[in-house]
């Protein structure tokens, strides 16, 4: 393993221009139904609208001006893609965003409008398609999570949430391929080893949960989800060994409960967040992750690339 809390802090410096440090709130209003005291990191209030742009725009900003001179290109949900959309943009540079045809009008819909090129092809093939494109073009492949650069990126969020509140002693992460959680994990593990960090992937496509009990990175089928950021069918092999080393437990939470979170967010918390964002306080509802009253517990509130439209969903989901 080769990412370290000085690879994080070092990050930290570079992107900190263009990127906003995000606020911790303390959402009270939700305690009874979490039974904890309960924070969100809300990085559905960074400037691309996730947290994607911390890796994207770290990892770039490590390359030449010769290097992206072809372009850069990714496959991505839709956040990854919209923040490398960004960077493209204020750099001047051509980008490629290889989309799942699953993925919301509104995230694809955002990548164009930032001038990039969005080519749709089915979720399991997203790779595959960005990898051609790569050699017939010559783009740089951005690589949405499994890359140290990328984790050094995400793990910025956890050096702002220690600084921002030290009494915390659990962090709940969303999860798909595990950049996030990668980045994160490191970063707390490091400064402060008795917190407990937890991941929460779709219970379709547990990857984690199964790699972990094995030992080495799975293959789950692609099968789909409500979580549509959370869509990775296989561990980043660059973000296993972090994860493995740096977390206490994982949640393959169900879709329902995914719903019921972010409909507690959105009406208690007063906060919009997309499906995925709300896995973590979908976990806890469920019950796959124990908290207790005394508990200082952070969510990630990963993104908010939400449409109106997708709110109906929400009408008939009970909390």
Do not use: W
């Not at 400064?191 to 779709?202: C, F, I, N, Q, R």
């Amino acid at each position: 393993m080769a990412l370290t809390i000085q690879d994080i802090q070092l990050a930290r410096t570079r992107i900190a221009p263009y990127i906003v440090q995000t606020p911790l709130i303390r959402l009270q209003n939700l305690d009874a139904y979490l039974g904890c005291n309960v924070y969100v990191k809300a990085e559905c209030m960074q400037v691309t609208g996730a947290y994607k742009l911390r890796g994207a725009m770290n990892k770039i900003l490590m390359m030449t001006q010769e290097e992206l001179s072809c372009g850069v290109l990714a496959a991505s949900s839709g956040n990854h893609g919209r923040a490398l959309a960004y960077v493209a943009k204020m750099l001047g540079i051509k980008a490629t965003i290889v989309m799942p045809d699953t993925s919301p009008e509104i995230k694809s819909n955002a990548i164009r409008t930032l001038g990039a090129e969005v080519v749709f092809c089915e979720t399991s093939e997203r790779f595959h398609v960005a990898e051609q494109l790569e050699k017939e073009t010559g783009a740089v492949m951005i690589p949405p999570f499994n890359d140290d650069d990328i984790m050094a990126g995400q793990g910025t969020v956890g050096l702002e949430i220690l600084d921002q509140c030290s009494r915390l002693n659990t962090v709940i992460i969303p999860v798909s391929g595990g950049g996030l959680i990668g980045g994160i994990s490191t970063a707390i593990k490091s400064l402060s080893p008795d917190t407990k960090v937890y991941g929460a992937e779709p219970a379709v496509l547990p990857k984690y949960s199964r790699s972990l009990e094995a030992g080495k990175p799975i293959t789950v089928p692609q099968l789909k989800t409500i979580a549509d950021a959370l869509v990775a069918q296989t561990p980043g092999k660059a973000c296993f060994p972090y994860v493995q080393a740096n977390t206490d437990g994982f949640a393959a939470v169900e879709d329902e409960y995914i719903l019921k979170g972010m409909k507690l967010l959105l009406m208690e918390g007063k906060l919009l967040a997309e499906p995925s964002s709300c896995i973590g306080i979908g976990a806890v509802l469920q019950g796959l992750i124990s908290v207790k009253a005394e508990d200082e517990v952070c969510f990630i509130i990963s993104g908010g690339n939400v449409a109106l439209e997708q709110l109906k969903i929400l009408e008939k989901v009970t909390v």
